[in-house]
């Protein structure tokens, strides 16, 4: 059965499913995740150039995976690199750490087939929650959802949240860092670090797409550590947001009407995307009290 859009395409109501996974040695984690899985069309594993046995193993548990090797560095590029190799009509971000839970899938894929572009995961609506958000992250989430919200007037209740899930055709009108785009060894793009979940939330709304949010509940890790560093990543977050407001700001924001009540949809368009977005340069302390300069 086919459903037709606000935006007049016809979409189906039984999607193909990619789930895309970035892994930076997740290999034990992956012993339990892979086997989790619901059968879907496609899975793809997105290697960051793991020194564990993380291709071994997902070669193992599941032959038919596709194996991407990142090309630059970071969870964004890893992402960028999973959505290009992605054939389904569906895209479900999916970390390999045991922190997102399988059973919620079909909970985004409904999002989508009611009529949302991008289906968001979030930890702070009634019926979620995290086991794995420590409370100094929790704070800075907080805070930069905040941000978000006063400057994109959005209505995010999770900014830095990486279980999310969408249509696969929308990736064009978010003119995400392309995988291809070479850089010096080492450096990454801006969009290529854990700002990328920042990226895709700003830039569905200035592309005028429709968001819905899920109720998520996040598992904690079952093995290892966080990549995360909250306060280095975190500047970074917050670099993205003013620089996606500058670059929404050079267009024109016409906001719609809300879309019926419980639905939690919300539109805001049309808007041009900034496609010159700089290198992100590595920053500090300094950077940190001039974003806030520019908040201010
Ligand atoms: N390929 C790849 N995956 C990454 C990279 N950084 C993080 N990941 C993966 O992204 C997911 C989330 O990362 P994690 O370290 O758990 O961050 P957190 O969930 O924000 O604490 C995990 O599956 C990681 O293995 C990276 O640079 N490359
Ligand atoms: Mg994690």
């Known amino acids: 059965m086919a459903i037709q859009t606000t935006r007049g395409h016809a979409?189906?109501?039984?999607?193909?499913?990619?789930?895309?996974?970035?892994?930076?040695n997740e290999a034990r984690n992956l012993e339990r995740v892979l086997p989790e899985l619901p059968a879907v069309h496609q899975v793809v594993l997105v290697d960051g150039g793991s020194v564990d046995d993380t291709v071994e193993v997902a070669r193992r548990l599941m032959p038919a995976v596709d194996v991407v090797q990142q090309t630059r560095r970071g969870k964004g590029n890893a992402l960028v690199c999973g959505f290009a190799a992605a054939t389904g009509d569906v895209v479900v971000m999916f970390d390999a750490d045991g922190s997102a839970?399988?059973?919620?899938?079909?909970?985004?894929?409904?999002?989508?087939?009611?009529?949302?572009?991008?289906?968001k995961g979030s930890r702070f609506r009634p019926g979620g929650g995290s086991h794995d958000i420590t409370r100094f992250r929790g704070l800075g989430n907080r805070f930069l959802n905040i941000v978000t919200n006063l400057l994109l007037r959005t209505r995010y209740t999770d900014l830095c949240y990486g279980y999310n899930a969408f249509w696969r055709e929308v990736l064009p009108q978010?003119?995400?860092?392309?995988?291809?785009?070479?850089?010096?060894a080492g450096a990454m793009l801006w969009g290529d670090g854990f700002e990328i979940e920042t990226v895709l939330n700003c830039r569905v709304v200035a592309a005028g797409l429709a968001v819905t949010e899920v109720p998520s509940i996040e598992r904690s890790r079952f093995f290892g550590v966080s990549n995360l560093n909250a306060v280095r990543d975190g500047v970074r977050v917050l670099r993205t947001i003013l620089a996606e407001?500058?670059?929404?700001?050079?267009?024109?924001?016409?906001?719609?009407?809300?879309?019926?009540a419980?639905?939690?949809?919300?539109?805001?368009?049309?808007?041009?995307?900034?496609?010159?977005?700089?290198?992100?340069?590595?920053?500090?302390?300094?950077?940190?009290?001039?974003?806030?300069?520019?908040?201010?």
Do not use: K
């Open 101 to 119: 839970d399988p059973a919620e899938i079909p909970a985004f894929v409904d999002a989508l087939t009611a009529g949302a572009d991008f289906a």
């Open 245 to 260: 407001r500058r670059a929404a700001r050079r267009g024109t924001v016409v906001e719609l009407p809300d879309s019926p």
């Open 11 to 24: 979409r189906t109501a039984d999607p193909t499913i990619s789930i895309v996974i970035p892994a930076l």
């Open 262 to 296: 419980g639905s939690d949809v919300r539109r805001i368009g049309p808007v041009t995307v900034d496609h010159q977005l700089p290198v992100l340069t590595p920053c500090g302390a300094q950077d940190y009290a001039d974003a806030l300069e520019q908040i201010a």
């Open 174 to 184: 978010l003119a995400l860092p392309s995988h291809l785009s070479p850089v010096g």
